[in-house]
């Protein structure tokens, strides 16, 4: 199965009325975070290919639609007039876990807390977010055998492609969830790549951890 992973910023590659040429034989679409609705919406109406998303630490446009456990009582009245969370087609994943196509995928979202805004979680935070998804997990290792195949996040685990700065630091818990549940894949955003042979694909146990920044094609062996 190829899958075609995106964040942070419109490619011109894929922002194209080439995209459907270039991309034709791609079967999912994964988005890390930090992309317009209308970015996902392009894609699905070119490829008309499933996307699942997450949000990242930017670009909130229907965040609040999709967010249950939001702390604002009243959506803001102009945007609920603008936004039809279901007119292009993509599904949100952050906190859920679905399968497509034979594959098991879960979704965590957000990036470190560093000034209280809108999808910012603590360590601490982070880790009752996966706590959530166990049963779920567990469910899926019993009936499946094995628990996920890909996690979609915004943030990247501490240590592996993060930087120093605290907006920009990865979770450790991230570590903990692939020493435990082994997805095949992680696959984040949020960290800039400016150089081309900066180091997007790093292994750590059984798991591939990509920079989706931009966009990248991976190709994945689907399980029975």
């Known amino acids: ?33 930090d992309l317009s609705i ?7 109406s070119m490829l008309n290919k499933p996307l ?7 670009n909130f446009r229907g965040f609040k ?23 292009y087609g993509s599904t949100y994943i952050d906190g859920k876990i ?9 979704g965590l979202g957000g990036s ?5 805004g809108e999808n910012q979680h603590t360590e601490f935070g982070m880790l009752l977010r996966i706590i959530k998804l166990i049963p779920h997990l567990v469910w899926n290792r019993i009936f499946n055998k094995r628990y996920l195949d890909i996690l979609i996040t915004h943030a990247p685990p501490s240590g592996i492609h993060d930087e120093k700065d605290l907006c920009h630091r990865g979770f450790k818990v991230f570590l903990m969830f692939m020493k435990i549940f082994k997805p ?6 949020h960290v800039h790549i400016y150089d081309r042979n900066q180091k997007r694909i790093s292994r750590y146990y059984d798991t591939d951890v990509v ?14």
């Open 211 to 224: 920079n989706a920044y931009g966009y990248i094609i991976l190709n994945l062996e689907v399980s029975k």
């Open 65 to 87: 639609h999709f967010k249950k456990d939001t702390n604002n009582l009243f959506y803001d009245f102009l945007d609920l007039m603008k936004f039809d969370k279901s007119s």
């Open 112 to 116: 470190m807390r560093y000034n209280k």
């Open 1 to 33: 199965m190829k899958l075609l992973c995106v964040a942070d910023e419109k490619d011109p590659l894929v922002y194209s009325n080439k995209l459907k040429e270039r991309f034709n034989d791609v079967d999912l679409v994964l988005g890390c975070g």
């Open 52 to 58: 699942y998303f997450v949000y990242g630490n930017h």
């Open 184 to 189: 095949k894949y992680l696959i984040h955003g």
């Open 98 to 106: 679905k399968k497509e196509s034979g594959m098991i995928i879960a």
């Open 38 to 44: 209308d970015y996902y919406e392009f894609i699905v």
